[in-house]
């Protein structure tokens, strides 16, 4: 390989990081489920691997017992995220919306989030990072949107104030 494409090539490389990219041996261990079942409601929602190697997080949200959400999130260490611009998850849906959240420090209460349609089919969400806003329990905090600098949680949650089935299949997340 030449030096110029040497150069291209670590280029593209260092302008993307990649957060999740799911296989058939991914460990899950650090995905935790987070149903409204922690203020008495009766949402159930499950994370799993299927047989092609994708997550899948399914299950049923419950408007019982003031319920009406679930959530997969998973902890890491810190990374330095500072140059991203947008986060792009490849995945399939339902045609329902969810949530994409990110919290800069896993111990915060709040979360900078996004929402996002599913199609149906295939597709890839891009997400500006600079449009995610601070969120808590369902409201809009009067702070600064994200500031792209660090991570250490991310999660997908759907909570459209209605009961329903859901199914959301995850190949990979990325910043670029």
């Given at each position: 390989?030449?030096?110029?494409?040497?150069?291209?090539?670590?280029?593209?490389?260092i302008?993307?990081?990649?957060?999740?990219d799911?296989?058939?041996?991914t460990?899950?261990?650090?995905?935790?489920v987070v149903?409204?079942?922690?203020?008495?409601?009766?949402s159930?929602?499950?994370?799993?691997?299927?047989?092609?190697?994708n997550?899948?997080?399914?299950?049923?949200?419950?408007?019982e017992?003031?319920?009406?959400?679930?959530?997969?999130?998973?902890?890491f260490?810190?990374?330095?995220?500072?140059?991203?611009?947008?986060v792009?998850?490849r995945l399939?849906?339902d045609?329902?919306?969810?949530q994409?959240?990110?919290?800069?420090?896993?111990?915060?209460?709040?979360s900078?989030?996004?929402?996002?349609k599913?199609?149906g089919?295939?597709?890839?969400?891009?997400?500006?990072?600079?449009?995610?806003y601070?969120?808590?329990?369902?409201?809009?905090?009067d702070l600064?949107k994200?500031?792209?600098?660090?991570m250490?949680?991310?999660?997908?949650?759907?909570?459209n104030k209605?009961a329903?089935?859901?199914?959301?299949?995850?190949?990979?997340?990325?910043?670029?």
């Amino acid at each position: 390989m030449n030096t110029a494409l040497s150069c291209a090539y670590l280029i593209i490389m260092i302008s993307s990081l990649l957060i999740f990219d799911f296989t058939k041996d991914t460990d899950l261990s650090n995905w935790n489920v987070v149903d409204d079942g922690v203020m008495g409601g009766l949402s159930k929602g499950v994370f799993e691997i299927n047989n092609e190697g994708n997550a899948i997080f399914k299950g049923t949200v419950s408007l019982e017992n003031n319920g009406g959400f679930s959530s997969v999130r998973n902890r890491f260490d810190t990374k330095n995220v500072k140059g991203f611009t947008k986060v792009l998850i490849r995945l399939k849906g339902d045609e329902k919306k969810y949530q994409f959240r990110i919290k800069t420090n896993s111990y915060d209460r709040y979360s900078y989030i996004a929402h996002f349609k599913t199609t149906g089919d295939w597709q890839t969400v891009e997400i500006s990072l600079s449009e995610m806003y601070p969120a808590f329990r369902g409201r809009k905090l009067d702070l600064p949107k994200y500031p792209t600098e660090t991570m250490q949680e991310i999660a997908f949650l759907i909570s459209n104030k209605k009961a329903e089935q859901f199914r959301l299949e995850i190949d990979k997340i990325e910043l670029k």
